[in-house]
């Protein structure tokens, strides 16, 4: 049982979303710019090989490994709004530890990859329980338009973070970009303190067995063709996806030559096709129907990828922003097709685990790209390694084109008796 205020007029005319929104882009502004400067410190002021590199990205999403599924079980027995706001906190206080060790000359490359373990670690309660929120904060016809919004301005954070990161990092070193990401986490936590919806604890939820509730998500799951396909394809895109670019700063610093200036714009510039396709991912869905769109934003941004890492000089850093372009608008309006699916799809009493269920094996595939970036990237080059993962992301394609999704024009509806029929 929820107290959801009635949305009438515009979604950010509604306080509550509007609050939620405000927090998250500007969390979320922080956070881009921490994903380059983070990277920075530790190529620029630490000296880290490509390896250490991808071993900082790999860090910061290994917690999907190690607590994605029971994290998922609690987050359903929990109100959601409360974990949002201490995984805020949390994220708050260790991206702030960065600044203060560099000032007092105590940074190392541990205290980093503690810090993304830590990080990483708040990022997937956060996750699981602001998926599961945003249904009960948006009626169901809005979902498709909250996603969009939110995607977007994901993607406006995206372009302007690492442009931000890289002018911190000239004016006052690369170590006041993670200090920006602390400061909109203290943003992020006021916006979310002053929600007004709330929602009513599940005191049955909390009499069941962990595992046995943990094995209900992944049951579910298993047993569904479309969420099963969504999963071992974002597994595989995942992988290829962050193995290239885990090393994409070392590939522009020291292949192309780029400053910390234009390491900043390129990756800005690379960014920007996501908001593009956060604009049109609501008329892809309506033109060409809701499944159908889903496979061509995919097809799109597949081969874009192979742009990235074939050029040298300027011409190389021109092609690298061209593929980032082509891959951010196609994957950004993906994701926000299947989120508004599965929020619609999955039953709510069960969202934090399927959720769970599939972020863990999604996202755990990303520290594995992390490190097989890192590893390739020292062993047989970073251009080298960063084509590669092109390939890869280019055969993913291939799970997508055999599966149920192909004759489909929209996302399947839920069926009610599903429930009853995978669980027994």
């Known amino acids: 049982m929820t107290?959801?205020?009635?949305?009438?007029?515009?979604?950010?005319?509604?306080?509550?979303?509007?609050?939620?929104?405000i927090g998250e882009t500007t969390s979320m502004l922080g956070s881009s710019v921490a994903g380059v400067a983070l990277p920075l410190v530790a190529v620029v002021t630490l000296h880290a090989s490509p390896f250490i590199a991808g071993l900082l990205t790999a860090a910061a999403w290994l917690p999907w490994l190690l607590v994605g599924l029971p994290a998922g079980a609690w987050v359903d027995r929990m109100p959601k709004r409360p974990?949002?706001?201490?995984?805020?906190?949390?994220?708050?206080?260790?991206f702030a530890s960065v600044p203060i060790?560099?000032?007092?000359?105590?940074?190392?490359?541990?205290?980093?990859?503690v810090v993304a373990t830590t990080g990483g670690a708040a990022r997937v309660f956060f996750t699981l329980a602001y998926r599961a929120y945003l249904p009960i904060l948006v009626e169901s016809e809005r979902l498709l338009d909250a996603n969009a919004k939110l995607q977007g301005s994901e993607s406006a954070a995206q372009i302007a973070g690492p442009g931000l990161a890289g002018l911190l990092a000239q004016w006052f070193g690369a170590v006041s970009g993670v200090l920006a990401d602390a400061v909109s986490f203290a943003i992020a936590?006021?916006?979310?303190?002053?929600?007004?919806?709330?929602?009513?604890?599940?005191?049955?939820?909390?009499?069941?067995?962990?595992?046995?509730?943990?094995?209900?998500?992944?049951?579910?799951?298993?047993?569904?063709?479309?969420?099963?396909?969504?999963?071992?394809?974002?597994?595989?895109?995942?992988?290829?996806l962050m193995g290239y670019s885990s090393i994409q700063v070392v590939f522009l610093t020291r292949d192309l030559g780029a400053g910390t200036g234009q390491v900043g714009v390129v990756l800005a510039l690379a960014s920007s096709g996501g908001l593009f396709g956060a604009a049109l991912s609501g008329r892809t869905a309506t033109?060409?129907?809701?499944?159908?769109?889903?496979?061509?934003?995919?097809?799109?941004?597949?081969?874009?990828?192979?742009?990235?890492?074939?050029?040298?000089?300027?011409?190389?850093?021109?092609?690298?922003?061209?593929?980032?372009?082509?891959?951010?608008?196609?994957?950004?309006?993906?994701?926000?097709?299947?989120?508004?699916?599965?929020?619609?799809?999955?039953?709510?009493?069960?969202?934090?685990?399927?959720?769970?269920?599939?972020?863990?094996?999604n996202y755990g595939a990303i520290p594995l790209g992390g490190l097989l970036g890192g590893m390739l990237g020292d062993a047989i080059g970073v251009r080298e390694t960063m084509g590669l993962m092109a390939v890869i992301q280019l055969f993913s394609v291939a799970i997508l084109l055999l599966s149920p999704f192909r004759p489909l024009r929209d996302f399947p509806a839920p069926t009610p008796t599903r429930l009853q029929d995978i669980l027994g």
Not at 101 to 113: K, P
Request: contains cysteine.
């Open 83 to 94: 974990v949002m706001l201490v995984c805020n906190i949390v994220s708050m206080v260790v």
């Open 287 to 361: 033109r060409f129907g809701t499944a159908r769109g889903f496979l061509l934003c995919e097809a799109l941004a597949a081969p874009m990828r192979l742009l990235g890492p074939i050029g040298s000089g300027g011409m190389g850093l021109a092609l690298f922003a061209a593929a980032g372009f082509g891959t951010g608008l196609g994957i950004v309006a993906s994701n926000i097709l299947t989120s508004t699916f599965r929020q619609r799809y999955c039953p709510a009493e069960l969202f934090g685990r399927i959720t769970a269920t599939t972020s863990a094996l």
């Open 3 to 21: 107290t959801t205020p009635v949305v009438r007029g515009g979604l950010l005319g509604t306080r509550d979303f509007r609050l939620l929104w």
């Open 189 to 240: 936590v006021l916006c979310l303190r002053s929600v007004a919806t709330r929602e009513t604890r599940q005191e049955s939820a909390a009499k069941r067995r962990l595992l046995a509730e943990i094995r209900d998500g992944l049951r579910f799951v298993v047993h569904d063709p479309y969420l099963r396909t969504l999963t071992a394809f974002s597994a595989m895109s995942n992988i290829a």
């Open 101 to 113: 060790a560099a000032w007092s000359g105590a940074l190392t490359t541990t205290h980093l990859l």
